[in-house]
């Protein structure tokens, strides 16, 4: 039961991280294009 309930755990964390990586991610992206779009 604690085996599970650690891996369900695991597993949300996981879920948490690569959300913050992507929206992260999509953050700098964005910043970094409109940086190029306002001084071309």
Request: aromatic share 20%; hydrophobic share 60%.
């Amino acid at each position: 039961m604690e085996k599970d309930e650690v891996e369900i755990r695991d597993d949300a964390e996981n879920w948490a991280l690569k959300a913050f990586y992507i929206i992260f991610a999509g953050c700098i992206a964005f910043m970094l294009a409109a940086y190029i779009f306002a001084f071309n």
